[in-house]
């Protein structure tokens, strides 16, 4: 099961980082294609190595708005 988890993780981490280096304007990008679908807008959240349950709150995030991601990244 952790080998699972981490394979998951290396997946889910690069989209986080990329929306993170991108700035406002691919966020802002997110957050308008969820307004459109009548959501609140969501936040990708990062990954943080000191906080135990980062890695958990990063996944979860990306599993929330997966569709958008992909909508915005294709």
């Given at each position: ?19 993170s280096c991108k700035g406002g304007s ?45 909508t915005v990244t294709v």
């Amino acid at each position: 099961m952790g080998q699972l988890f981490n394979r998951q993780q290396d997946r889910v981490r690069p989209s986080t980082e990329w929306f993170s280096c991108k700035g406002g304007s691919t966020t802002n990008i997110l957050d308008d294609h969820q307004r459109r679908d009548g959501k609140t807008p969501l936040q990708l959240i990062q990954e943080v190595k000191t906080r135990w349950n980062s890695t958990y709150k990063m996944t979860e995030s990306v599993i929330l708005i997966r569709k958008y991601i992909e909508t915005v990244t294709v």
